[in-house]
């Protein structure tokens, strides 16, 4: 298979994401939601089970969280919503429908902004957020005589799910990708959700159609489905293009269908065609009341949106003067955006020219130190010992001299392992910096007549010699001198010597 060049037709790339939501109940009984490691079955009630003459209650806690959502992805939150029975026959299903949203939900018309590195940010429209019931888990087995069956676990039968469709707005695997990240970034600072791919608590679908490049009008739509990481998704949709620019150029007609991802062999496979789409059959659900929301209530959802990426990104650039990329960085988690407001906050007493580079030093050391110590514990900055105060006084103290650049890596890898004070390990570890030269020429004497060859090499005329020397006097100290005055007294103990 060859890859033209993308210019021939465009890649039109939609995405419905589905989200479970942290609450701590199902979406329509009191069950716990929280299923991840009981025993299956054991999460179930009546109204999940669906028996007979059991009545659903909404959870009042997944409409906030939902609407919420909409409101951080600049949705309208419509006065009146209502739920719908979706119906399909499916053995995770066992009211034989789904309580879902179907021309009235909670909210529509948002945008999500997506920017590529070296291109112009760019508004993803999203259709509609809106709210429904996950299906049961169903686990197929084969027994030892090689017949195959299937279990049904119900303890995910009504979780709440909240579904994110997005508008055909995208053009490549590449944007799918970033809208991805995004999409995750604000559900994580907005808390709604866990949104971890592997645990299953967030899903996506994707539709592609390729059309020539020029027109308006749509391609014939692939749904591709069962994409457990942001790589399937990505990998996935390259593999689309491909696929679909070679039937085309060959002057085939793509197929409206449903595929499915084949991790293991790295493609998609047919596994429905558009003859065999369900019709849903969607009607009113008779057993909820319709949902209208006064001003009020959204306004109060709205008062509880955290500052979100984008805009505590831009704050940060301006108000530490960082570079777009460390602002990014820092604020990549809410999490990591929090430490490091807080590490700064003692810097605010200081003229503006020291604020900025306390900032400066304090985002150096979280995006390298303390990222690599983290990246190596696999830990998350939420669960690390080091408060964000101690980080910012160990940066004082070698700004006042106290301990050298170099023994303050030391000193954090120490704070990182322990959660100690900086003070505190300076003091322990003895790693205060050698004052006055008569300490420094003390451990400078003893090098020198330790080693008389690279002594005799220097005052011969190599320079390297000093270097070797150097390095043996600074591992004397353990780092606790300045290189350049050690270095300076150094050259002169060997001047006089000589
Ligand atoms: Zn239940």
Redesign the pocket.
Known sequence: MTTVPATRYETVIGLEVHVQLQTER?MF???SAGYADAPPNTH??P??MALPGVLPVINRRAVELTVLTALALNCEIPSYSKFDRKNYPYPDLLKGYQISQYDLPLSRDGWLEIQLEGEEPRRIGITRVHLEEDTARLAHRTDGSGETYSLIDMNRA?VPLMEIVGEPDLRSAEEAREYLVKLRQILRYTGVSKVNLEEGNFRCDANISLRPAGLDELGSKVEVKNMNSFRAVYDALRFEVDRQTHDLDAGNRIPQETRGWVETEGRTVSQRSKEEAHDYRYFPEPDLPPLTFQADFVERLRGQLPELPDARRRRFEEEYALPRYEANLLTESRARADFYEAAVAPARGHDHGTFVKHAKQVANWMLGDFARLLNASAMDIADAKVAPADLYAMIALVEGGTITGKVAKSVFDEMFRTGQAPDAVVEELGLEQMRGSDEITAVVDQVISANPKPVADYQGGKQEALKFLVGQAMKETRGRADPASLTEILKARLEAKA
Request: hydrophobic content about 20%; aromatic content about 0%; overall charge positive.
């Open positions: 199902k009984c009191g069950c179930v009630c109204v999940c009504g």
